[in-house]
């Protein structure tokens, strides 16, 4: 079963030190933690992270007590990016190992999603060229692959010579 949104919220709670039990919170801080987790979840679905998240049209379509429907593996990653951006509202600073443990569990969820590294990008021009590339009379001492928008096989492009 999955965790509900009120569950999710109650987790980044705990995570910034605003226990339920310690501290009174306000039904109106409850409704702005449930618009950011929302929020989050949206802008997480806009950059390809396809969760089954029921996100909302509407605040008003949206329940504390609604089932997230997020996979198990990803709730520590929910949890923690979402304390991150609660606690600026909360006056709380967030603590070095709350940090860590949503970049660690944010590439986990990444890769449960099949999706890779933002960080790991293919850079055109920084691979190194192969034994037997094949190079021509104008980047013979280039040892890194050309980027592809500059990439031409005509011999008299010199634009390339620099």
Not at 32 to 58: C, H, N, V
Not at 88 to 113: D, Q
Not at 120 to 142: E, H, I, S, T, V
Request: charged content about 20%; hydrophobic content about 35%; glycine content about 8%.
């Amino acid at each position: 079963m999955s965790y509900t949104k009120r569950q999710l919220i109650d987790g980044a709670m705990d995570e910034i030190g605003l226990g339920q039990s310690a501290f009174g919170i306000e039904p109106d801080q409850l409704e702005s933690a449930l618009r950011r987790l929302d929020s989050m979840m949206a802008e997480w679905d806009t950059q390809g992270i396809k969760l089954g998240f029921p996100i909302p049209y509407e605040p008003s379509q949206s329940s504390l007590d609604q089932i997230s429907n997020i996979p198990a593996g990803a709730n520590e990653a929910v949890i923690c990016n979402l304390a991150m951006k609660l606690s600026p509202g909360f006056g709380k600073v967030v603590m070095r190992e709350t940090k860590v443990s949503a970049k660690t569990a944010f590439i986990s969820m990444l890769n449960l999603c099949g999706i890779s590294d933002p960080t790991q990008k293919n850079l055109p021009g920084a691979m190194p060229l192969g034994q037997g590339n094949r190079r021509y009379f104008r980047d013979y001492y280039n040892r890194f692959t050309r980027n592809p928008i500059d990439q031409s096989d005509d011999p008299s492009d010199l634009h390339y010579l620099g």
